[in-house]
């Protein structure tokens, strides 16, 4: 394993995309990369995230909208964006794109939202697979990378089975992308981030909440004292998130390493949910 080189400038305005960028992670990362050096086209689904990314005066920072994983065309057509705005630029290809956006729902597999959780995995799983696939024509002559952002808790653990049950499929997608690209250098890499402090992560407890009180109540008393003690532990673990400017950094890193390495971890417990799962 080769050590990164952290914070190295970047070339100047290698092309970055990334998903999700109107909150939390995605959009930390998006106002980190733009004001280190690369051009960051940012994913974003409604025209008031664009307008307030566009309201930062950022000249490298350009919103790809709307970009929804869930919409095949969408996803046609930003690429098409990117690849215009980097002849725009004379750029060579796409350096890289950072596979972000999604949210989850926590409930007892017994009571999952299906329609949520189809929605889950076609964002996280066959809509970033997608994006990747269309992607992959222009990253490919920048020599570039893809980077997945994604929980490293690869466990089964109560009540957040459709989150992890996407970041089972990721990492399975993850590790076989890389042997398939090597031939083309391009490296896929997991930033396995932990308790972040982000909208999505400050959710859960009220998510419960809503989730006792809107659950079919002959099945929801059977899960309400877990639940409960389950909120209560994720309330102290709330307290303990970390900003997301950490996790913008970490793929800064990821980005400016010349070898970057296969998997960093960032955030609160990402380091023993690591060792957890290669214990187990
Ligand atoms: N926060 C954590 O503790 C944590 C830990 C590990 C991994 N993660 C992962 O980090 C990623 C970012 O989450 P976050 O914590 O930064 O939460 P966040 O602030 O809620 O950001 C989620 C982003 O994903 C976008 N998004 C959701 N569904 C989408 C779709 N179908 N198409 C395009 N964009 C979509 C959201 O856009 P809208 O504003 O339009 O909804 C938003 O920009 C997620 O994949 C999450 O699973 C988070």
């Not at 994983?69 to 705005?85: G, P, S, Y």
């Not at 309400?224 to 900003?243: G, I, K, P």
């Amino acid at each position: 394993m080769t050590a990164a080189i952290p914070n190295r400038n970047p070339v100047k305005g290698s092309a970055v995309l990334i998903t999700g960028c109107s909150s939390g992670i995605g959009r930390e990362s998006a106002l980190l990369l733009a004001r280190r050096g690369f051009t960051v086209l940012a994913g974003v689904r409604r025209d008031a995230d664009a307008d307030a990314l566009r309201s930062l005066n950022l000249p490298d920072l350009v919103p790809v909208c709307p970009l929804d994983l869930t919409n095949h065309e969408h996803i046609t057509a930003a690429v098409e964006f990117v690849a215009d705005e980097l002849r725009r630029r004379k750029l060579a290809g796409l350096f890289a794109l950072v596979n972000n956006a999604g949210g989850g729902q926590p409930a007892p597999v017994e009571l999952l939202d299906l329609e949520r959780f189809s929605t889950e995995l076609r964002t996280r799983v066959l809509g970033s697979v997608d994006l990747v696939q269309q992607c992959l024509p222009l990253i490919r002559p920048a020599r570039g990378r893809i980077l997945w952002i994604m929980t490293p808790a690869l466990m089964p653990t109560p009540f957040v089975a459709s989150i992890h049950a996407c970041d089972f499929a990721v990492d399975c997608i993850v590790r076989t992308l890389d042997i398939e690209l090597k031939p083309w250098g391009v490296p896929n890499v997991r930033i396995n981030c932990g308790g972040i402090r982000t909208p999505a992560g400050l959710r859960t407890t009220g998510d419960v909440e809503t989730l006792l009180k809107q659950g079919p109540p002959e099945r929801i008393g059977l899960y309400v004292d877990a639940l409960r003690r389950w909120a209560r532990e994720m309330a102290e673990f709330d307290r303990n998130r970390t900003d997301p400017a950490k996790v913008a950094e970490k793929v800064c890193t990821a980005l400016s390493a010349e070898r970057p390495k296969r998997r960093y971890s960032v955030g609160y417990m990402a380091h023993a949910a690591r060792l957890l799962y290669t214990t187990s």
